[in-house]
């Protein structure tokens, strides 16, 4: 063997065997490099006889070829495994089935609140918002609910731990909806047109009371709103909230101690076969309690009672929810049961049915 043939022997034998780049840049350097083993070879030509320079030119060209054109397809030889490795690491496999998407679903109180709020938003109330650990003063004496009410007893209200030797009367968890409407008639003073929609706290609890539930007050005061202002607004609630074309509301005759006349509000409905059916048939179903605003109220409010008269109203969001929705048992509201809420729930993108009833 000549020693040019050991030569290439050695270079082809390294590129083949090389696993990167940059072993082969290395190779390429020792071989072909400025002080590379055939550079060098090549310098010695001018010391060669003519004769001896054409052989020896000739073959060490074609050594440089030869070893030229193993680094440039080893290169790329290497380059192509290199994208086989990184497509196989990054293989999708589009035939998995997708991983489902979970949807929540509005809970229906929060939908009739929003439905409530569009309803008497159209007409003029404002949203207002009160505290849901309420001072014993807003809950009770502002709203003209005397000491010995019943209501204040241990077994129908929440009240919160107090230090034993303090002496304010304890705060509690508001037992309505009604405080705020003090709290709006002092931010606000008169006149005045709000809704208080919000959470509630009772000791109750059975199979058609839970110990929180839902209601949204409502108020309207100016220099001579009237029952008859009242009726107006509750008529046009019920047939947006319950989408019938007329409804027949009947005031029954009541006692609250904030309202002075108070009533109970029904509204006229049917039970077909255990389907109820709002705005016709001989059943009264009651949805309500309203009044004319009692003058103690309303100078609890800072309202000057000799200036200004109005109304208020609260229902029972939860009572509502199920009423027009059919939905049986108010104690699935809070136990957050998925089943439940799948089947009675709303989907987040649906506009409410009233939205579109009231555009026309
Ligand atoms: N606060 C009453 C309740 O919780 C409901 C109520 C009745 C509110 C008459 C009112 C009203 O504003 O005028 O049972």
Redesign the pocket.
């Known amino acids: 063997m000549t020693t040019l043939d050991v030569l290439k022997a050695k270079y082809l034998e390294g590129i083949a065997a090389a696993a990167d780049e940059a072993s082969l840049e290395e190779i390429r350097l020792a071989a072909l490099g400025k002080k590379g083993e055939i550079s060098l070879k090549m310098r010695e030509l001018g010391q060669m006889t003519p004769e001896e320079r054409t052989t020896t030119g000739a073959a060490l060209n074609r050594l440089k070829d030869e070893i030229d054109a193993a680094l440039r397809a080893k290169k790329e030889a290497l380059a192509d495994a290199a994208l086989d490795a990184r497509l196989k690491s990054e293989w999708l496999d589009v035939t998995l089935p997708g991983r489902p998407r979970r949807a929540g679903t509005i809970h229906p109180v929060s939908q009739v609140m929003d439905e409530v709020t569009a309803i008497f938003a159209d007409m003029g109330f404002a949203v207002a918002e009160g505290p849901q650990v309420e001072s014993d003063w807003y809950n009770f004496d502002a709203l003209n609910i005397a000491p010995e009410h019943p209501a204040r007893q241990e077994h129908d209200t929440f009240f919160m731990a107090r230090d034993a030797a303090d002496p304010r009367p304890p705060h509690v968890l508001r037992?309505?909806?009604?405080p705020v409407?003090i709290r709006a008639m002092q931010a606000k003073g008169a006149p005045i047109r709000v809704i208080a929609p919000g959470r509630?706290y009772r000791m109750d609890m059975d199979q058609t009371h839970a110990p929180m539930f839902h209601?949204v007050?409502?108020l309207a005061i100016g220099r001579d709103i009237s029952m008859a202002n009242l009726k107006w607004v509750l008529e046009e609630f019920c047939k947006t909230f319950f989408e019938v074309p007329s409804v027949e509301l009947r005031f029954r005759a009541s006692h609250?101690p904030?309202?002075e006349p108070?009533a109970e509000v029904d509204i006229r409905c049917s039970w077909e076969g255990g389907q109820l059916k709002i705005g016709e048939g001989n059943s009264w179903l009651e949805i309500l309690?309203?009044?004319m605003v009692h003058p103690k109220v309303l100078a609890a409010g800072g309202i000057d009672p000799n200036e200004y008269q109005g109304f208020?109203?609260?229902v029972g969001i939860d009572r509502i929810a199920m009423l027009k929705y059919g939905i049986p048992d108010l104690r699935a509201f809070f136990e957050s049961d998925l089943r439940w809420l799948k089947h009675y729930g709303f989907a987040a993108l649906d506009l409410p049915t009233v939205f579109g009833g009231l555009s026309k």
């Open positions: 037992t309505h909806t009604s409407q509630v209601q007050e409502g609250f904030f309202t108070s309690g309203s009044g208020a109203f609260g």
